[in-house]
């Protein structure tokens, strides 16, 4: 889908202690010491902290809550509770939303299409994860002792709100919803694996349909696929992987430095794409630092009883396509 | 790419673990654990417990040390590095039990921890019960056949 006028006009970002203390630590509009965000439970925390993003966003834009016409945004907790109870504290129409970690694309592509469509005059988009709350919901305690595979990832704790409007720096051109694929993946541990043909499938798709390819933009960021799926996107897709001097990157390895930090595969989460895409690619978009990118948010469609039940991983990958104005 | 080439690839991606890091730091943790258990049940007999009661002892203070450390935080990172070796002593019983209490504590007594504290450790008693029963009653079939 092709959009008109649907502009990135602000961005606010909120992470966790890890996320400071990684390379794009510098760059969050806030970072908070305390895991719990002044709450009494992991969930209230995530909530907290999406909350808080949404109203950063608002000051930074100079706005007032009623300013905006719907609030887009979804986490990865049951019932989308995170994003949900923050909207209970905002007196604005709200659209809960549930792509696993593509939930931060999902939204800006649906906040670009209601502005650019005249439904909406001012979106906001919005996505969280928390490294705690997603631990008790998709593993074990946080005081469990047990060792990780090498290749499970680490999910952020971190929130990303984007305001979308007629005018901005940036601007959303054009989108792809993305199909739900799998290969066969069933280890939980190993999502970046299960991710990457999704990612690999909507970008291919993307190139097809539009007549570009990955040479007409300066980054293709995909959302979490950690080390192991980007090595394996890049192989599905004949390029060279993150990091190897291409144009390919991924937040979960952006966010994380995996060699200082134990994190595994790095980042993983609705609030890796959302924290990096608003503190790092906007940014790098406003000031032209960079022309032209896509953003593939890429998500795992699983749930805990789906992995007891041994099924496959569902995964899927929208994707947005954003230029400097 | 069909899915049983891809699952082969995505296989062959894996990074391993380090399986000699690993049984390295399992092995002389799990046996500091062990050499700990032997200390504290040296420490009751000297003090005057019988043999059956020191090693009961020895269990309940392990039990109670690592609930503790888990409490206190520690015991999940020890055993990110030590894995099997804090895993397997009955440590590992205790910090099964105590983590998803200690979690579920905002969900109050009963609907968070009475229902929460057994959901790593619950299939452990419950299929090593039955296996007692099990062994109880082929025991019993022995002594009946042994007269």
Redesign the interface.
């Known amino acids: 889908m092709c959009f008109e006028r649907a502009y990135i006009a602000q961005c606010a970002s909120v992470a966790g202690k890890l996320e400071k203390q990684g390379p794009l630590g510098g760059l969050f509009d806030m970072t908070a010491e305390d895991s719990y965000f002044g709450m009494d439970s992991w969930e209230q925390a995530e909530s907290e902290m999406s909350r808080i993003a949404v109203n950063m966003l608002l000051k930074k834009a100079s706005l007032d809550v009623n300013d905006i016409d719907v609030l887009l945004g979804g986490d990865l907790l049951n019932q989308c509770t995170a994003t949900g109870f923050a909207a209970n504290s905002l007196p604005v129409p709200f659209l809960g939303l549930y792509n696993a970690c593509a939930t931060a694309a999902e939204s800006l592509l649906l906040g670009a299409a209601l502005v650019s469509a005249g439904y909406a005059g001012r979106a906001v988009a919005a996505a969280s994860s928390h490294f705690c709350s997603s631990e008790r919901q998709f593993r074990f305690p946080l005081e469990y002792g047990s060792q990780r595979p090498p290749f499970s990832q680490n999910t952020v704790t971190g929130a990303g709100a984007f305001l979308i409007g007629q005018s901005g720096p940036v601007r959303i051109t054009r989108a792809l919803i993305g199909k739900v694929t799998e290969k066969g993946i069933k280890d939980a541990n190993n999502m970046g694996a299960a991710m990457a043909p999704a990612a690999a499938d909507t970008l291919k798709n993307f190139f097809e349909l539009t007549g570009t390819s990955p040479r007409d933009y300066d980054a293709v960021v995909t959302g979490d696929l950690g080390y192991e799926g980007s090595a394996l996107l890049a192989e599905l897709l004949g390029r060279e992987p993150c990091g190897a001097g291409g144009n390919f990157c991924d937040c979960g390895l952006l966010i994380y430095d995996r060699e200082r930090q134990d994190v595994h595969a790095g980042g993983s989460g609705c609030g890796c794409s959302a924290c990096v895409m608003a503190a790092y690619f906007w940014e790098k978009l406003r000031r032209k630092e960079i022309k032209r990118m896509l953003l593939a948010g890429t998500g795992a469609l699983l749930s805990p009883r789906t992995v007891m039940q041994k099924q496959v991983i569902p995964c899927i990958a929208h994707l947005v396509e954003a230029e400097a104005v | 790419?069909d899915?049983?080439a891809?699952?082969k690839?995505?296989a062959e991606?894996?990074?391993?673990?380090?399986s000699l890091k690993?049984c390295t730091f399992a092995f002389l943790s799990g046996g500091a654990v062990c050499a700990l258990g032997q200390l504290l049940k040296e420490l009751f007999s000297a003090l005057g417990a019988e043999t059956g009661t020191a090693f009961s002892l020895v269990s309940v203070t392990l039990v109670f040390a690592a609930g503790l450390c888990?409490?206190l935080?520690f015991?999940?990172k020890?055993?990110?590095v030590?894995?099997a070796g804090?895993?397997v002593p009955i440590t590992?019983f205790s910090?099964?039990v105590?983590?998803?209490a200690?979690?579920a504590r905002?969900e109050g007594a009963v609907t968070g921890v009475g229902s929460e504290i057994f959901?790593?450790a619950g299939p452990v008693i419950v299929y090593g019960n039955i296996a007692s029963v099990l062994y109880g009653v082929i025991y019993y079939i022995y002594l009946c056949a042994a007269g």
């Not at chain 2, 991606?13 to 380090?18: A, G, H, I, V």
């Open positions: 790419m899915k049983n891809y699952s690839l995505a991606r894996e990074k391993r673990s380090p690993d888990t409490g935080g015991y999940d020890a055993a990110r030590c894995g804090l895993f590992g910090n099964a105590t983590s998803p200690i979690e905002c959901k790593i």
